[in-house]
């Protein structure tokens, strides 16, 4: 495998379920990023973590749990997820840098949930 | 106010001509980062391009290019030669700030189609 990969790529479950969303990247990168992407609006970032520490939590909800058990992988947990949740969801990394700003970050494919 | 605007509605170009997408930006920080990505249907974003706001020169990747305009806060993505494969979603993205305080932020996208 190499990149960023996601499983399961699509998901769909109801509104009483827990499910988890893995992210895992292949690239030595020290940093990784849950982002959603729904229908008609920007890119919004979810959590940030730096060398397996959270640093950014972006005002998400508790339904959404993070957990990065080491710096090449990164976990999302849902529970009790409302139909409005519905959305792709992006993983990301980057290898972070001491020019931030030249830190790019590389995507996976995303899962694609559907909460019912 | 939006940190990035990318107006333009959906783009159609003939293939092998070569189009430009637009994008503008608003900062008030002096140094900063610029990129592109493609996201095609299967909903991969895929980095392009990157341009730092020191950086004298163009950035090109390539048949992709990246026509900076300091002064007027816009970097648009000009694609030579389109191909079928270039038909996706393309975002540009900004990251302001210093360390982990560095927030990488998408506009909404533009539509791009290209014509046998």
């Known amino acids: 495998e190499t990149g960023v990969t996601q499983t399961p790529r699509h998901l769909v479950m109801g509104m009483t379920n827990k499910k988890s969303l893995k992210c895992e990247q292949h690239l030595g990168h020290n940093a990784m990023y849950w982002y959603k992407q729904s229908a008609k609006k920007p890119l919004e970032l979810m959590f940030v973590?730096?060398?397996?520490?959270?640093?950014e939590n972006n005002s998400v909800p508790s339904r959404f749990s993070p957990e990065c058990p080491n710096s090449s992988h990164l976990f999302l947990h849902l529970h009790t997820l409302q139909p409005e949740d519905s959305a792709l969801y992006l993983c990301?990394?980057?290898?972070?840098?001491?020019?931030?700003?030249?830190?790019?970050?590389?995507f996976g494919p995303g899962t694609r949930l559907l909460v019912l | 106010a939006q940190k990035i605007t990318q107006t333009q509605p959906g783009m159609f170009v003939q293939e092998k001509e070569a189009v430009t997408l637009d994008c503008t930006y608003d900062t008030s920080d002096q140094s900063y980062g610029l990129f592109w990505y493609k996201q095609p249907s299967s909903g991969e974003m895929i980095f392009l391009i990157y341009q730092g706001s020191y950086d004298e020169q163009n950035a090109t990747e390539g048949r992709y290019s990246l026509n900076f305009q300091k002064a007027r806060k816009s970097a648009n993505l000009v694609i030579s030669a389109s191909q079928l494969g270039d038909s996706a979603m393309y975002f540009c993205a900004m990251r302001e700030g210093t360390g982990a305080n560095s927030k990488l932020t998408f506009g909404k996208g533009i539509t791009l189609s290209v014509r046998p």
């Open positions: 973590y730096n060398f397996k520490e959270q640093t």
């Open positions: 990301a990394s980057s290898q972070a840098k001491g020019y931030r700003r030249q830190e790019t970050q590389y």
